[in-house]
């Protein structure tokens, strides 16, 4: 069961692919983009402490303390192949993507409906977050680069595997709160495509909105057991609970 709140302002927290943008986009533009530039960044900016730590972090994984730029390319691109959320891939993205942003080779994608919202939300007192498997790094990039210029201003902060944890389990949640400095859980709503991710919410007992679009990957799937919306605009977080409209 979830604790009550009142109708303040809520701390709304957002995943990216699927809910705020298109899965599609982001596997069809930005991976690719990663795959082609690995080797790359570990051969020429290995000494880096992002760089380092995720390549450390990935023969770790691999269990393969000695192994060299082509097989940490290897075991990349095999996670990239099945889209596993694997923590030193997202490092390593991040890091490409936050050049390819910043030299105009990548946009970002929002479904219509996402900015809009968003600004509303922020313009109605709330405080918006992002936490998504996407390092924050590479979140920066993606909402500093929307077709409607920079969306940071929106956000009060920034969540990763790396900083929260998992987002299947509800101590990344109870990290975030922490982190934010908010005490009632029941003052965040977060908003996903993934029903694992809100499960896990509302164990760590937020409020959760899965966001059901058509076309995505986890549509068929469903969200079970959360409200569900297949669009922003009808979110209401003018009450006591998130209403879809
Ligand atoms: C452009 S941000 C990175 C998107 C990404 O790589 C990713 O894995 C997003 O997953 P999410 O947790 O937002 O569903
Ligand atoms: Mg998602």
New binding site residues.
Partial sequence: MTASRTTAPVHVVV?????T?A?GF?TEQ?YPYSRKHFAQLLDTRGTEPDVARAAAAVRELIGEPEAGTERIVEALNGWLDR?E?VTPL?TL??VI?AEGFASGELT?HFYPDAIPALRAWHAAGHTLYV?????VS??L??FGHSAEGSLLPLFSGHFDTETAGP?KIASSYDAIAAAVGETDPARFVFL???VE?LDAAKEAGWRTVGVRRPGEPYYAKGVAGHPETDSFARIDLSGAEPVVR
């Fill in positions: 995943d990216i692919e699927g809910t943008s899965t982001i930005l889209d959320k997202k993205q991040g993507w970002s936490f998504s498997s996407g390092s590479a979140q990039a993606w987002k996903s495509d993934l991710e």
